[in-house]
């Protein structure tokens, strides 16, 4: 009875055996149970049957273990054929790999990607406009559908997009990738970025993008407006820019360097971005100042001045530049953006420059979940304009309100009056629903 009690909590214990020495213990138990068998089929010297019972429960306990090491000799024996599954990280070089395997361990280090954090917020809309203009119909518009997609690649670097899908006038629908940015921060006063970005011109182009749930009203002032909605800035570039804090104190001074492809002038149906090929050797540059006094929260008083040369077809080259000044005031629940721009065009061999002035001023008032605002533009451009003769002079109010009805969904109502040169002005209305997810 003893022996048996013994042998049963040996077997009972919770380590299982694996390998070599599982097996050798399995043949010396089965050595056991067979004596054991050779004694349970004689009488019991005392008569009772608690030794029979015992040696019962070692045989099924013994049926167990050899499942279970059977089990284990099948997976060990499979599992060379799978390949190991190893991260980056644990990948090692050997001691004596010499400076190739110090190079293919660094290699796998600059590749792991285990630190990456991907990010992705949606923007949309869907309005509801019409006019009184002739041969303007009412119609429903689904907007943008904005992917602003971030990653965190590294300390130093990240990854910045905006992927947008959008119908055009014909109700086709296209994939436009409206930014693409590489950008490395050294530190506060240097980060640069390599792609495609929104061109630091004046304050609005900067500060709203691809979504009208970002923006007060239900669209961009006309000075601001899309190149493929008949904008007339070059609103997106593809090239490098830097921008950073310049020490000034209290003064908060900032500066935007750009060098970059500069806009189609070729052919009017040309990609008015120029996302592979330049058009000509020449690039354009943009400098920018700005600060943001401590003194007045929500200020920032900043310009700008850009340049390029256009080379359009069958036409002299045209020297472009365009100034721009721009005070605003925004904090939570008031904004006061103000804009003034004029857009000069030289061309070659001729002593006239175009000039192309325009301005808005846009004031808005939180009130709770509502937003009134208005807003007043202005753009005169010449007639014989060289580079967008069809412009002319165009002006008008808008008034609005924004009703926020959740942290994600806001409803807007608006009402503009555009006048124009050559054509008879025009009221319209619009109902919007702009939302973020």
Same mark, same amino acid.
């Given at each position: 009875?003893?022996?048996?009690?013994?042998?049963?909590?040996?077997?009972?214990?919770?380590?299982?055996v694996?390998?070599?020495?599982?097996?050798?213990?399995?043949?010396?138990?089965?050595?056991?149970?067979?004596?054991?068998?050779?004694?349970?089929?004689?009488?019991?010297?005392?008569?009772?049957?608690?030794?029979?019972?015992?040696?019962?429960?070692?045989?099924r306990?013994?049926?167990?273990?050899?499942?279970?090491?059977?089990?284990?000799?099948?997976?060990?024996?499979?599992a060379?054929?799978?390949?190991?599954?190893?991260?980056?990280?644990?990948?090692?070089?050997p001691?004596?790999? /010499?400076?190739?395997?110090?190079?293919? &361990?660094a290699?796998?280090?600059?590749? +792991? *990607? %285990?630190?990456?954090? @991907?990010?992705?917020? /949606?923007?949309?809309?869907?309005?509801? &406009?019409?006019?009184?203009?002739?041969? +303007? *119909? %009412?119609?429903?518009? @689904?907007?943008?559908?904005?992917?602003?997609?971030?990653?965190?690649i590294?300390?130093?670097?990240?990854?910045?997009?905006?992927?947008?899908?959008?119908?055009?006038?014909?109700?086709?629908?296209?994939?436009?990738?409206?930014?693409?940015?590489?950008?490395?921060?050294?530190n506060?006063?240097?980060?640069?970025?390599?792609?495609?970005?929104?061109?630091?011109?004046?304050?609005?182009?900067?500060?709203?993008?691809h979504?009208?749930?970002?923006?007060?009203?239900?669209?961009?002032?006309?000075?601001?407006?899309?190149?493929d909605?008949?904008?007339?800035?070059?609103?997106?570039?593809?090239?490098?820019?830097?921008?950073?804090?310049?020490?000034?104190?209290?003064?908060q001074l900032?500066?935007?360097?750009?060098?970059?492809?500069?806009?189609?002038?070729?052919?009017?149906t040309?990609?008015?971005?120029?996302?592979v090929?330049?058009?000509?050797?020449?690039?354009?540059?943009?400098?920018?100042?700005?600060?943001?006094?401590?003194?007045?929260?929500?200020?920032?008083?900043?310009?700008?001045?850009?340049?390029?040369?256009?080379?359009?077809?069958?036409?002299?080259?045209?020297?472009?530049?365009?100034?721009?000044?721009?005070?605003?005031?925004?904090?939570?629940?008031?904004?006061?953006?103000?804009?003034?721009?004029?857009?000069?065009?030289?061309?070659?061999?001729?002593?006239?420059?175009?000039?192309?002035?325009?301005?808005?001023?846009?004031?808005?008032?939180r009130?709770?979940?509502?937003?009134?605002?208005?807003?007043?533009?202005?753009?005169?451009?010449?007639?014989?304009?060289?580079?967008?003769?069809?412009?002319?002079?165009?002006?008008?109010?808008?008034?609005?309100?924004?009703?926020?009805?959740?942290?994600?969904?806001?409803?807007?109502?608006?009402?503009?009056?555009?006048?124009?040169?050559?054509?008879?002005?025009?009221?319209?209305?619009?109902?919007q629903?702009?939302?973020?997810?």
């Open positions: 009875m003893r022996s048996s009690s013994l042998l049963m909590r040996t077997l009972s214990g919770q380590k299982v694996q390998g070599t020495v599982g097996k050798r213990a399995i043949v010396v138990l089965l050595g056991m149970l067979t004596s054991a068998g050779v004694v349970r089929a004689q009488p019991a010297p005392d008569g009772t049957e608690s030794d029979r019972q015992t040696i019962q429960m070692l045989v306990r013994v049926e167990q273990l050899e499942a279970r090491v059977a089990q284990l000799e099948a997976a060990k024996q499979a060379p054929a799978a390949a190991p599954v190893e991260t980056p990280t644990q990948t090692r070089a001691a004596d790999a /010499g400076p190739e395997g110090k190079s293919a &361990h290699v796998m280090e600059r590749m +792991d *990607t %285990s630190n990456t954090l @991907l990010r992705i917020r /949606g923007f949309g809309d869907v309005t509801f &406009h019409g006019s009184d203009r002739k041969g +303007d *119909t %009412s119609s429903f518009t @689904l907007g943008q559908l904005n992917l602003f997609v971030t990653s965190d590294s300390e130093k670097f990240k990854l910045l997009s905006e992927i947008v899908f959008e119908a055009d006038q014909r109700n086709n629908f296209g994939v436009d990738i409206e930014r693409l940015l590489l950008q490395y921060s050294h506060d006063h240097l980060n640069i970025a390599v792609g495609r970005y929104h061109t630091a011109i004046g304050y609005y182009n900067t500060a709203y993008h979504s009208t749930w970002l923006q007060t009203a239900t669209g961009r002032p006309f000075l601001f407006q899309f190149e909605g008949g904008g007339i800035l070059p609103i997106h570039n593809v090239g490098v820019t830097a921008s950073g804090l310049i020490p000034s104190g209290r003064l900032h500066y935007v360097a750009e060098v970059g492809n500069g806009r189609a002038s070729r052919l009017p040309d990609e008015a971005v120029q996302n090929v330049d058009e000509n050797n020449t690039k354009s540059v943009n400098l920018a100042l700005f600060a943001t006094p401590e003194a007045v929260r929500g200020l920032q008083v900043g310009f700008s001045v850009y340049h390029d040369r256009l080379q359009p077809v069958n036409a002299p080259r045209i020297g472009e530049t365009i100034f721009s000044a721009h005070v605003v005031l925004v904090r939570p629940t008031f904004e006061w953006l103000n804009e003034a721009l004029d857009i000069r065009h030289a061309p070659d061999g001729s002593a006239h420059v175009y000039d192309t002035p325009g301005f808005y001023t846009q004031i808005s008032k009130l709770g979940s509502y937003r009134p605002y208005f807003r007043y533009q202005y753009v005169n451009g010449s007639d014989s304009e060289p580079v967008f003769p069809d412009v002319g002079l165009r002006q008008g109010p808008s008034a609005g309100v924004r009703f926020d009805a959740s942290e994600s969904v806001a409803l807007k109502f608006q009402y503009d009056r555009t006048s124009l040169r050559h054509q008879p002005s025009y009221n319209s209305l619009a109902l629903l702009g939302f973020t997810f």
